[in-house]
């Protein structure tokens, strides 16, 4: 069993944040480029639209419009009825011209909401050619690990579950994790990490952005996850791409990153005093509260 000291810990996190750091700067792989394009889902759509989405197509998964399916190398197949829905109509001009219901949009100009007009869309069910790209994964075999986080999730009041989770691989909400079933050890591993990462450092409602909290969590699993001897690759430092984290963003969060990752991977690498029983998945397991 692998025992680190505190400088130790503090050593593998320090440079697994520095490598994703760099890994950002050099940019996405023209992979994680395509799903990009290609993954945004539902997330990029309104309450109003995603409700408009269900009910003209109640199993709808992804949606794109015909250009957008023509630019991932698919094609509309014959006799497919659109989805419509509402797209803004937006009118930009120079800082210096009209106020308004206007919103800032870079350094010069600004972006005034004009109202909406109906835009069609199919989902990929609609489209037919090249296979859709595959998000790159985390890699390796996480051996005990889960089970120590899990462990870890307990002394932290945190209730952990596994099941449906929709679109995303999981998510946090105040004391309660949810992980998507089916995929690898090591991408639940790697998934179990971010959301404790969110509940460690986001619970208290820390008031950052989305795009800092994402890129703080996604840092601190790709340090653990790396600590723990598994395969990242660039799948962390595309997930922070996603929501346009930047090398100056992960670093003005590196005090955070490093005392949350440090804690965890303490938890993870010491001997522990007593082992806890997997939680079973495709069914909840709370965890019982700390004193």
């Not at 109202?115 to 869309?121: H, K, L, Y």
């Not at 985390?138 to 899990?150: A, F, H, I, M, Q």
């Not at 690498?269 to 509260?289: N, T």
Request: a negative charge; charged letters at 25%; one cysteine or more.
């Amino acid at each position: 069993m692998r025992v680190l000291d505190g400088e130790g810990t503090k050593a593998i996190v320090d440079k697994a944040v520095q490598t994703l750091a760099e890994d950002l700067e050099k940019g996405q792989s023209e992979a994680m480029t395509r799903y990009l394009q290609m993954i945004h889902r539902f997330r990029r759509y309104s309450i109003g639209n995603l409700f408009a989405i269900l009910a003209q197509r109640p199993d709808a998964t992804m949606v794109q419009g015909y250009c957008a399916w023509q630019k991932l190398g698919r094609q509309i197949k014959s006799g497919q009825r659109g989805i419509r829905i509402l797209a803004p109509m937006r009118l930009r001009f120079p800082k210096d011209g009209e106020d308004g219901d206007s919103t800032e949009k870079g350094d010069n100009t600004i972006e005034q909401l004009l109202g909406f007009r109906t835009a069609i869309v199919f989902d990929v069910q609609q489209t037919e050619g090249r296979p859709l790209p595959t998000p790159p994964e985390v890699k390796g075999n996480p051996g005990e690990y889960p089970v120590r986080l899990s462990a870890y999730a307990r002394e932290h009041a945190i209730t952990v579950e596994y099941g449906d989770t929709g679109s995303a691989e999981g998510y946090s909400a105040g004391g309660k994790i949810v992980v998507r079933t089916g995929m690898t050890p090591a991408q639940e591993c790697s998934v179990l990490v971010h959301e404790l990462a969110h509940e460690c450092l986001h619970r208290d409602g820390t008031q950052i952005s989305r795009a800092a909290k994402e890129a703080e969590a996604e840092a601190v699993a790709y340090a653990v996850c790396t600590g723990i001897g598994l395969e990242c690759g660039s799948a962390c430092s595309d997930y922070v791409k996603t929501w346009r984290g930047t090398k100056e963003l992960l670093l003005a969060s590196l005090t955070r990153i490093r005392s949350t990752a440090v804690e965890i991977l303490n938890a993870l690498l010491d001997e522990p005093k007593q082992m806890a029983a997997p939680i079973p998945q495709s069914q909840e397991a709370p965890l019982a509260m700390a004193a």
